[in-house]
């Protein structure tokens, strides 16, 4: 373990002080007899979790659990630089240092660009790094560059203070909706692990459907789609779920490749399932100026449908392969779960609570994290003792750092492109290019954001989408919401699709299955991804924008054709049995046809449905009457 005697104290004493300051302000609490104004406070949150980031995050895998001199270098530079830049932050604001600055706040400036770059390169991976460098220095050299890349050029020096002291870069929304929003429900999360909730989920799933046809496979789906939204974590939730339910899986009956692609959609589809969502969603927020809890509620259905797309897939593949349940001796008693247990869905739908109905985003998280601590007190099983509290601590500092140091790198490419004012014009450019095809316009979309998706977080192509991309969806018609969820939702299915398929090749790696078969079967089981994503472009009533009779008719038809591709993929018809190839073609393009939103593809599908039904039926006693 790398965080272990002084470096582990560091982390604590840094995060339990950062978080106190984060608690006050947000909560507006003013226990110190003051309030930081804003700049000052995001200048805490980057210097206090990039020094915890630097102790957490090793500058080389041959460290590995070292924490070297350069790292404590780095971490107290850190401090420095922010506490530096905190106590003038009036300054910053009230004379322009972003635009000109006296020597030291230049070098300052000049400080925390070098180290959100470190940040970045240690927490996120070379691929992020490479992009933020390149966007870092963007600005050195936009007016040499051709068409809708050209922009505004600036000095050194005025590149490092409009990247550390403006608020368009390292301390731009993204970073922005972490200190202001995001830090409680990452709280909330950790305390979720410390206290036994995952455990609870596992537990939770099992009682209530462990005993039925294939029970692994969907207490996977259940458990890690619990876990997945409110981590939002895609590839930790596969690693730290995936060893517990994909062996269950194949020890009952499961194909290695398919047990792996089960828990891979399962864990991906945390990213798009409210109450939390992950990062991504706040920062929609944000980017929207709307409250999370309209975007959670309208992001409900099409998380609801993408799972339960799985859980037809796992039984029907089941019921083809003649599959049971988990044995009796494996299954927990509900009530005894729930007796143990009920705070972890207490709190689950008290945040859901304050979240969408009462819109106290910033409360929601705080309240549940407060009342899953208090829990722990007094609960027998995994009571939260001293040492357990001080591992919450380190842990929340080591999610957050995490965090900051991508985002913060990530900064440096909306600020870039908003410096130069490149941002804009590649966005009216691309207007331009697709002609008024609103059709061109999206399939350029998904493909940019499923290939920015395979080597950035779900976060971060998000972000850089929503600046370059999402602007010119909504020039061309579409609903800003529906916009930003599109480019969302093409991002995260790069965690699910070959080659790249992070999510897929984590879940491979478990139980040495073959990654790309893996990923092909991921595919198949999150179908969903692919289609909702136009489909409420073509008609938003499945984010329930609408009159509330399209909103049913829509969710019921989108439900149906879900079903109807379900028994397709699998090629199992339910109250006829398995069927052929033909058949199931057939049955997918019935499908496809019900979940689009017109009346002559439904009734085109019904038909289809109707005749797949015919021909499985007719088969089925022709077989039966064979001698």
């Known amino acids: 373990m790398r965080l272990q005697g002084a470096a582990r104290i560091a982390v604590l004493v840094v995060t339990a002080v950062v978080l106190a300051v984060t608690i006050d302000h947000t909560m507006a609490l ?136 403006g608020l368009e870069s390292i301390i731009g929304i993204p970073l922005r909706t972490v200190a202001d929003l995001l830090i409680g429900y990452l709280l909330f999360g950790v305390a979720l692990v410390v206290t036994g909730g995952a455990d609870f989920f596992m537990d939770f799933a099992n009682a209530l459907m462990g005993r039925t046809r294939g029970g692994a496979a969907k207490v996977a789906v259940v458990s890690s789609g619990l876990q997945g939204m409110l ?105 005894a779960t729930l007796k143990d247990g009920w705070v972890f869905l207490f ?23 407060a009342l899953l601590l208090a829990a722990a007190l007094v609960r027998r099983k995994n009571r939260l003792t001293l040492a357990k509290f001080a591992e919450f601590i380190v842990e929340s500092g080591v999610a957050v750092g995490q965090l900051v140091a991508i985002l913060a790198g990530i900064g440096f490419i909306v600020g870039a492109l908003s410096i130069t004012g490149v941002g804009t014009a590649f966005s009216r450019e691309l207007v331009q290019y697709a002609a008024g095809n609103v059709t061109l316009l999206l399939i350029l979309g998904a493909l940019t954001s499923f290939i920015l998706g395979m080597g950035m977080t779900v976060s971060s192509c998000y972000i850089f989408l929503a600046i370059v991309l999402a602007p010119a969806l909504v020039q061309a018609g579409i609903q800003p919401l529906v916009a930003h969820l599109f480019i969302l939702y093409y991002g995260t299915l790069s965690f699910i699709t070959p080659p790249v398929a992070l999510a897929a090749i984590s879940a491979a790696a478990i ?17 969903v991804l692919f289609f909702v994503p136009f489909l409420i472009v073509i008609d938003p009533a499945l984010l329930l924008i609408g009159p509330w009779h399209e909103i049913v008719l829509q969710i019921v038809n989108t439900s149906i054709g879900v079903w109807l591709l379900a028994m397709g993929f699998e090629a199992y018809l339910y109250g006829v049995g398995a069927v052929g190839w033909p058949i199931a073609a057939l049955t997918i393009a019935a499908g496809f046809l019900v979940v689009f939103p017109t009346w002559t593809t439904t009734a085109a599908g019904a038909v289809l449905a109707l005749a797949a039904y015919g021909m499985a039926v007719a088969v089925r006693r022709r077989a039966a009457a064979t001698p």
């Not at 660009?113 to 940040?119: D, F, K, Y």
Request: proline residues 5%.
């Open 30 to 165: 003013r226990l110190a007899g003051f309030v930081l104004i804003e700049n000052a406070f995001y200048y805490v949150i980057v210097g206090g979790f990039l020094a915890v980031a630097f102790l957490a995050f090793p500058a080389r895998a041959a460290d590995g659990g070292q924490v070297r001199w350069y790292d404590w270098g780095l971490s107290a530079a850190s401090l420095a630089a922010g506490t530096y830049l905190a106590a003038h932050g009036t300054e910053i604001t009230t004379q322009g240092w972003d635009l000109a600055a006296p020597p030291l706040p230049t070098a300052a400036a000049a400080v925390v660009c070098v180290l959100a770059l470190e940040g970045i390169r240690r927490a996120g991976g070379t691929i992020l790094f490479v992009m933020a460098a390149f966007f870092a220095a963007y600005p050195l050299f936009a007016d040499h560059l051709p068409g809708i890349f050209w922009g505004v050029q600036l000095s050194p020096a005025e590149t490092v203070r409009a990247h550390a002291l």
């Open 231 to 335: 981590s939002g974590s895609v590839v930790s939730n596969v690693i730290t779920s995936g060893v517990m339910t994909i062996p269950a899986m194949q020890r009952t009956g499961y194909k290695p490749a398919y047990a792996a692609a089960v828990e891979a959609c399962s864990s991906t589809g945390g990213a798009i399932m409210p109450p939390v969502m992950g990062a991504a969603a706040f920062i929609m927020a944000s980017f929207l100026n709307m409250p999370y809890g309209e975007i959670a509620l309208a992001a409900a259905a099409p998380a609801v449908l993408y799972y339960l797309a799985l859980l037809l897939q796992a039984d029907l593949y089941a019921a083809r392969n003649g599959l049971v349940g988990l044995p009796r001796e494996e299954i927990p008693s509900l009530k």
């Open 347 to 369: 709190s689950i739908v008290a945040m859901a609570y304050l979240l969408i109905v009462m819109q106290l985003e910033v409360l929601a998280a705080f309240a549940s994290t």
């Open 511 to 527: 139980n040495k299955s073959n990654a790309m078969a893996v990923g092909f079967h991921s595919m198949r089981l999150g179908v």
